[in-house]
């Protein structure tokens, strides 16, 4: 297959806003609202409720209670790596064996997927009599059910137990123009997402594009308006955090029945911590905001004694009215050792080991480049029938591949409709189109293709928000 998704609309979208001088973006809050800044309104995936609030003052404090719940109905005509989260589609057509001997292509097995554990609930607390004279604090809790599943020998494990996951813990510090945010937040790099309600614990496209990450930080943010026209400045420090599967830096439990973290992982012991920074400019247009944003990131992964990787990216992400009822976004972006971003298709170092005992003699770290573009279309004045078009690609460089990281290309398209049929409640049909690439190697060095993979999967959600 010749790579029927490559985005060259991304890539001329890349070269246009360098080519104009422009500063890469963040979408309306209003409008989209898993583009907002952070802690100004709660995380609503999909299309939000848009008038009621469960909201109340308690002493000095208001306090917001938000959630949805979301029930998702997901078939496939291959089986994609990630189940109810697609990653991508398994590569090459080889046979499964089921328990009763028999035996059938991988690509010809399909898959029905019922599950809620991607619902959301969240509380957010402020000053009730909020002052702009002084420093007011406020904070932010969201979980989903995406969490670890326990051990239960009389029932099926992951099926009815699903344990709470942290998605944002953080407070911040607001005066005027400044703020500073201290927790668990997104990172600054890549801040958009595709708007989704088949992927709401794992953002769509990740893996295939879309750089994302929740680290915990401290961030400070500048804000300024010239005309109608304003400008965001946002600058952090972030848990330096990578988890490369490949390095086998992975997460591992401490003490057997504990959640206690066994040992630092590459990224802590390099003692620097993940720097980001991001600008973007938003001007009104067409009843909202176009909005432009470049933003930046350098990490350093320690690998032994002495030996250290670095991690560096460059992203844009724009939002584009271009009618009222017509919304064009997305992000690019360009780096190497992406793996904390699920960038390079999950994969940041390659590395070379003649003798299974013996220490590798060669490490590359993997380049990638990519990112997604899409199309929101309100079909309706009363924004309740929505469409939405969307391509994405994460293309790691062959060149840096060795023998065991050999994922070469993996890109999506999408299509979805959204249908409130109450403030509160949405019904969505989501279709995607995965197409997953290898490389073979020869002599240790990436050769011909390998096996590729194709996967439709097929998502319906109903969701109730609050």
């Known amino acids: 297959m010749h790579k029927p998704l490559r985005l060259t609309v991304c890539?001329?979208?890349?070269?246009?806003?360098?080519?104009?001088?422009?500063i890469p973006i963040s979408v309306s809050a209003q409008d989209y609202p898993s583009t907002q800044e952070p802690g100004d309104q709660p995380s609503y995936p999909g299309i939000p409720p848009s008038q009621?609030?469960?909201?109340?003052?308690?002493?000095?404090?208001?306090?917001?209670?938000?959630?949805?719940?979301?029930l998702n109905i997901s078939a496939s005509d291959t089986p994609p790596v990630g189940g109810d989260v697609p990653l991508w589609a398994?590569?090459?057509?080889?046979?499964?064996?089921?328990?009763?001997?028999?035996?059938?292509?991988?690509?010809?097995?399909?898959?029905?997927?019922?599950?809620?554990?991607?619902?959301?609930f969240g509380f957010m607390v402020k000053p009730s009599s909020p002052s702009t004279d002084t420093w007011q604090p406020s904070g932010k809790l969201?979980?989903?059910?995406?969490?670890?599943?326990?051990?239960?020998?009389?029932?099926?494990?992951?099926?009815?137990?699903?344990?709470?996951?942290?998605?944002?813990a953080y407070f911040q510090f607001a005066k005027k123009d400044w703020k500073i945010t201290a927790g668990q937040d997104k990172a600054i790099l890549a801040p958009l997402d595709p708007v989704s309600l088949s992927h709401v614990a794992v953002p769509l496209g990740a893996t295939a594009g879309n750089l994302w990450a929740w680290l915990p930080q401290v961030r400070l943010d500048l804000t300024h308006k010239m005309g109608n026209a304003s400008t965001l400045f946002q600058f952090?420090?972030?848990?330096?955090?990578?988890?490369?599967?490949?390095?086998?830096?992975?997460?591992?439990?401490?003490?057997?029945?504990?959640?206690?973290?066994?040992a630092p992982g590459l990224g802590e012991r390099a003692a620097q911590p993940f720097y980001q920074s991001r600008v973007a400019v938003s001007y009104p247009l067409n009843g909202s905001n176009l909005t432009v944003g470049a933003s930046g990131h350098y990490g350093r992964e320690r690998i032994g004694a002495t030996r250290t990787l670095?991690?560096?990216?460059?992203?844009?992400?724009?939002?584009?009215?271009?009618?009222?009822?017509?919304?064009?976004?997305?992000?690019?972006?360009?780096?190497?050792?992406?793996?904390?971003?699920?960038?390079?298709?999950?994969?940041?170092?390659?590395?070379?080991?003649?003798?299974?005992?013996?220490?590798?003699?060669?490490?590359?770290?993997?380049?990638?480049?990519?990112?997604?573009?899409?199309?929101?279309?309100?079909?309706?004045?009363?924004?309740?029938?929505?469409?939405?078009l969307g391509v994405s690609e994460d293309d790691p460089r062959d060149r840096h591949l060795l023998t065991g990281s050999g994922r070469s290309r993996n890109a999506m398209a999408w299509a979805s409709y959204f249908r409130k049929l109450s403030d509160e409640v949405t019904v969505a049909f989501e279709w995607s189109n995965w197409q997953f690439k290898t490389r073979g190697f020869v002599g240790g060095v990436a050769g011909p293709q390998g096996p590729s993979g194709t996967a439709n999967v097929f998502n319906l959600s109903l969701a109730y928000q609050f």
């Open 236 to 262: 952090g420090i972030l848990r330096p955090s990578f988890a490369d599967p490949r390095l086998g830096d992975l997460p591992n439990g401490g003490t057997p029945g504990t959640s206690l973290e066994g």
């Open 142 to 168: 969201e979980f989903d059910l995406f969490g670890t599943r326990p051990v239960d020998n009389n029932l099926s494990q992951g099926r009815v137990l699903n344990q709470p996951r942290l998605r944002f």
């Open 310 to 388: 670095d991690s560096w990216a460059f992203a844009i992400d724009y939002a584009v009215p271009l009618h009222s009822r017509l919304t064009w976004r997305g992000e690019n972006f360009v780096g190497s050792n992406l793996v904390p971003f699920q960038g390079g298709i999950i994969q940041g170092v390659a590395f070379l080991q003649p003798i299974a005992t013996a220490p590798p003699t060669r490490f590359n770290r993997i380049g990638a480049g990519g990112g997604w573009t899409e199309l929101i279309i309100k079909a309706t004045t009363d924004r309740k029938n929505v469409f939405y």
């Open 11 to 22: 890539r001329m979208v890349f070269i246009v806003t360098v080519a104009a001088g422009l």
């Open 90 to 120: 398994p590569p090459g057509s080889g046979r499964t064996t089921f328990l009763d001997g028999t035996t059938k292509r991988v690509d010809d097995v399909h898959d029905l997927i019922f599950t809620a554990r991607q619902s959301v």
């Open 52 to 70: 009621k609030k469960l909201e109340g003052t308690l002493g000095d404090y208001n306090l917001r209670a938000y959630g949805t719940v979301l």
